[in-house]
């Protein structure tokens, strides 16, 4: 058994998804953590199939479950990887796991991989979307889950991180490649976004990750979203549409890239901006 690091997976209905992923990472022999929010199709039988340890938790949201799973799961290994059933280690990817030695990474608190995004079948180059940087490995017992987000899910590790440029991991939901399945699901993020910002509005949510514009992935995330929620509500979605498309080059995806940066840079944030109003109307009602 790997002794450097350990997966930890979610899942939800991912028969479709998870051989996928455990295939592309059965030859790094590491201990595998798969919780279930609720699973109806085959996904758990799968999971326990591959030696998994598979425990269930209801689903509120991305970063609650990650921090349930992080409490939860014995993990006897120095380092975790924290993978969506959506997503595959790719070979150069692999070839990183296959060398890693803990004892090499004095210092290093946490390692961010380079995603490759897939919609309907095209990898999403441009609009901002590559190269794009997610901390999916860190020191187990350093690393958590950034539970004052709501909606976006990424792990704050405090001290040294460094990235793996040519370190891939692929995402492609195929479930996606219904778009009535992506419109259902990025309306119910919505709802979870719209709230998370009245509640920021209000002075109840704070940054957890220190803005940064200069500093790493996570923190020039951070100092973007400062900024987004500064902006004019309804005017920002067509800036930032306008941005992925004209000033990222988000064009160059093509007809399905174009679909991509419309449905998910303008359409998904304007539904946000209308259910922020319709969530602050409400409360102004309620305190007449």
């Given amino acids: 058994m790997n002794p450097n690091f350990s997966f930890i997976i979610l899942t939800y209905n991912e028969q479709i998804h998870l051989p996928r992923l455990l295939n592309s990472i059965i030859d790094l022999a590491a201990p595998l953590f798969v919780l279930d929010s609720g699973s109806t199709d085959d996904t758990i039988t799968i999971a326990e199939a591959s030696g998994a340890t598979v425990a269930q938790h209801p689903f509120e949201n991305h970063p609650k479950q990650w921090e349930y799973a992080l409490k939860t799961f014995a993990i006897q290994t120095p380092w975790v990887i924290c993978l969506d059933a959506d997503q595959i280690v790719t070979p150069e990817l692999l070839m990183h796991l296959q060398s890693f030695n803990s004892e090499n990474y004095a210092g290093i608190n946490g390692i961010y991989f380079n995603r490759k995004n897939y919609f309907k079948g095209r990898w999403i180059k441009y609009g901002g979307y590559y190269p794009f940087y997610l901390l999916k490995m860190f020191r187990y017992g350093i690393g958590y889950s950034d539970i004052n987000e709501n909606m976006d899910h990424r792990m704050v590790v405090p001290g040294q991180t460094i990235t793996w440029n040519d370190g891939y991991l692929i995402e492609e939901n195929l479930k996606e490649n219904n778009i009535r399945f992506w419109i259902d699901k990025h309306n119910r993020y919505s709802d979870l976004l719209a709230v998370e910002e009245v509640e920021r509005l209000m002075h109840l949510r704070q940054q957890t990750v220190q803005p940064n514009l200069w500093g790493s992935p996570d923190q020039r995330t951070a100092w973007l979203k400062k900024l987004w929620w ?19 080059l988000g064009i160059l995806d093509g007809r399905t890239g174009i679909i991509f940066h419309f449905m998910q840079g303008f359409w998904f944030r304007l539904v946000v901006d209308i259910k922020i109003d319709e969530i602050l109307k409400k409360n102004a009602d309620a305190q007449k």
């Fill in 230 to 248: 500064q902006l004019p509500r309804y005017v920002r979605p067509m800036l930032y549409f306008i941005y992925r498309m004209i000033f990222r």
